[in-house]
């Protein structure tokens, strides 16, 4: 294993909805498992506000209108959300956190705005510009579907570049190379130089692209994070030690007839790593 040069100050953020199956993936999986007190890691909950059902299915039905197997359907969704969203200019949207708060026994951040998919822009950004308040060499942004493990990421970054470092899960969309949002890293400055350019930031775009379409205007050299994708129970035993030895995300994103695995493979990979370690 890596030998650390030299301890730095961690932030992660991970960023929920707070509706079920997450809240349970976050007690059952997350609490009961990787988010725990850690030298030099500061882990943070962030929430926005719950919206009503109705509302919720709405939301859902539009956001996912942009997938639709039609394609003329699909434009056709993107283009109303694109003037949807100029309209309502998101990119000057600011809204206040409540940092005073707990969930359970861990911090939380509750956004003053409608935890919505359509919104998650504006979530995520505002998740950004948050932490820039906060004490950190480098930025860790994640989701509910996600095992961390906190020795390797200190391991790991206490080598890394302090500045103008883009890592995590890195995927391309055409030439453009971008980090997925399951996990995010950054140094400082980038989160920085982010926040100062957010304006360029397109709302109506699948978050993962927007977000890669910000960074790329300033950053090209984006560092894949050792990481894997577990997505069954199974897959979980084909993981061999020298992987577990170097892997520092797990993106932990099952279904088991119509019910989320996620918890229970969060709960597996950690008994797997106390074993082995």
């Given at each position: ?9 961690i932030l992660i ?57 039609k394609k003329s ?205």
């Amino acid at each position: 294993m890596m030998q650390p040069v030299e301890k730095v100050k961690i932030l992660i953020c991970v960023v929920h909805g707070p509706y079920e199956p997450w809240l349970s993936i976050l007690r059952d999986g997350q609490m009961k498992t990787w988010m725990r007190p850690f030298p030099g890691v500061r882990i943070i909950n962030v929430f926005g506000k719950p919206i009503p059902d109705r509302l919720m299915k709405i939301d859902q039905y539009l956001y996912f209108r942009r997938w639709d197997h039609k394609k003329s359907v699909a434009f056709f969704w993107l283009a109303m959300e694109a003037l949807i969203k100029t309209l309502m200019m998101l990119d000057k949207f600011r809204p206040q956190v409540n940092k005073a708060q707990k969930f359970e026994n861990l911090e939380k951040w509750t956004f003053q705005m409608p935890d919505s998919l359509l919104l998650q822009g504006v979530k995520n950004i505002s998740t950004l510009r948050a932490a820039l308040d906060e004490d950190f060499d480098y930025l860790i942004t994640t989701i509910t579907s996600s095992y961390l493990n906190l020795d390797l990421i200190q391991e790991y970054l206490s080598a890394a570049p302090r500045v103008n470092f883009l890592g995590g899960r890195i995927e391309k969309s055409g030439a453009m190379e971008y980090q997925q949002g399951s996990f995010r890293i950054f140094s400082r400055d980038v989160v920085l130089n982010l926040t100062q350019n957010s304006s360029q930031y397109r709302h109506w775009l699948i978050e993962d692209i927007a977000m890669g379409r910000l960074a790329n205007r300033k950053y090209s050299n984006f560092t894949n994070v050792p990481n894997e994708t577990i997505d069954s129970m199974t897959r979980i035993h084909q993981i061999s030690n020298s992987q577990l030895e170097k892997t520092l995300s797990y993106r932990c994103k099952s279904i088991a007839e119509n019910f989320r695995m996620d918890s229970y493979i969060m709960q597996e990979i950690d008994r797997l790593l106390r074993k082995f370690g």
